[in-house]
């Protein structure tokens, strides 16, 4: 079993910055990826970000290219997510996720285990 807490959310004016952190704790040995998802009200939960150590490689959604960036510290017990240029449509609650097992990284279906979010609110 992996736990996941997320923390690091809040209000921000549009054109801010967050930093958002995933503390893993439990078998964390057997991780092969973490990402960040994150769900609008109303909507389905979208893929944000992606590390993939063992591929050593990180994915992005087409909206947050360029202005989020995901990284894993090196005993791969936190997982940070740093959002930056901010847009209102950026709030959402987010969700930290690991997955033991292989599949479509960018799926919410692919991971295993899931924090409880954090809510990120974007001012316009």
């Known amino acids: 079993q992996v736990q996941l807490v997320e923390s690091g959310g809040g209000l921000v004016q549009t054109g801010g910055s967050l930093r958002l952190s995933c503390a893993a704790s439990?078998?964390?040995?057997?991780?092969?990826?973490m990402a960040w998802f994150r769900q609008a009200r109303g909507r389905e939960r979208e893929f944000v970000a992606a590390?993939?150590?063992?591929?050593?490689?990180?994915f992005y959604a087409d909206s947050v290219r360029g202005r989020f960036a995901v990284s894993r510290d090196n005993a791969g017990n936190t997982l940070t997510l740093r959002m930056s240029f901010l847009k209102p449509e950026d709030t959402a609650v987010y969700y930290c996720?690991?997955?033991?097992?292989?599949?479509?990284?960018?799926?919410?279906?692919?991971?295993?285990?899931w924090g409880q979010g954090t809510q990120v609110t974007v001012s316009s």
């Open positions: 996720a690991s997955r033991v097992r292989s599949g479509n990284i960018y799926r919410p279906d692919s991971y295993d285990y």
């Open positions: 590390a993939n150590w063992i591929a050593g490689s990180s």
């Open positions: 439990g078998r964390t040995d057997s991780s092969t990826a």
